[in-house]
């Protein structure tokens, strides 16, 4: 098990609701430890398991749920 930190930039997120929904629904994937969202700074910062879960999952499932999604790098 590999475990490591990515952070992604979230746009269209207007108020906490957002960011808990975001966290729900990535706690939700396999693999995920942690995650972290953030308005003020636009961004989740999810600590996963990349041999079950990839960062495009994770883009994937905020965009799913209507936000923008771009990995930082």
Same mark, same amino acid.
């Given at each position: 098990?590999?475990?490591?930190?990515?952070?992604?930039? *979230?746009?269209?997120?207007?108020?906490?609701?957002?960011?808990?929904?975001?966290?729900?629904?990535? @706690? +939700?994937?396999? %693999? /995920?430890?942690?995650?972290?969202?953030? *308005?003020?700074?636009?961004?989740?910062?999810?600590?996963?398991?990349?041999?079950?879960?990839?960062? @495009? +999952?994770?883009? %994937? /499932?905020?965009?799913?749920?209507?936000?923008?999604?771009?990995?930082?790098?």
């Amino acid at each position: 098990m590999s475990t490591t930190k990515h952070t992604f930039r *979230v746009e269209g997120m207007h108020c906490g609701s957002c960011a808990l929904l975001i966290d729900d629904a990535l @706690e +939700d994937l396999p %693999g /995920v430890h942690s995650t972290q969202t953030s *308005v003020k700074q636009g961004a989740s910062t999810v600590e996963l398991d990349i041999s079950e879960t990839s960062p @495009e +999952d994770v883009i %994937g /499932v905020i965009e799913e749920l209507g936000y923008r999604a771009t990995s930082f790098v």
